[in-house]
């Protein structure tokens, strides 16, 4: 059974830096999808960032230029580089891994919150 567990939330001022992992166990092995999304308050659940299986990366237009998604698959660890934070990127963030018929899975969230 696959199982993702995020870390490294917290509190942070604006303009600030925050690295968030998510760490995979079981089998993830060549998954279709792996993604990171967000929800906050009183909003709909975002993608933030995703890597698909040819490795293109892509960005929801707000944190393009401030976000980085990588992945360390020897590790079987998923990051999201999160730099010059805004009080809109409060938020908790989740991971996600699309397995195809193996089924996906969600993270228990992260808790993030930009304020000074």
């Known amino acids: 059974q696959v199982q993702l567990v995020e870390s490294g939330g917290g509190l942070v001022p604006p303009g600030g830096s925050l690295t968030l992992s998510c760490a995979a166990s079981?089998?993830?092995?060549?998954?279709?999808?792996v993604a990171w999304y967000r929800q906050a308050p009183g909003k709909q659940r975002e993608l933030v960032a995703s890597?698909?299986?040819?490795?293109?990366?892509n960005y929801a237009d707000s944190v393009k230029g401030r976000f980085t998604i990588s992945r360390d698959a020897a590790k079987n660890t998923l990051y999201l580089q999160m730099d010059s934070l805004k009080l809109e990127d409060t938020a908790v963030y989740y991971c996600?891994?699309?397995?195809?018929?193996?089924?996906?899975?969600w993270g228990q969230g992260t808790q993030v919150n930009v304020s000074s």
């Open positions: 890597i698909v299986s040819d490795g293109r990366r």
């Open positions: 079981g089998n993830i092995f060549r998954p279709y999808t």
């Open positions: 996600y891994a699309a397995l195809g018929v193996r089924g996906t899975y």
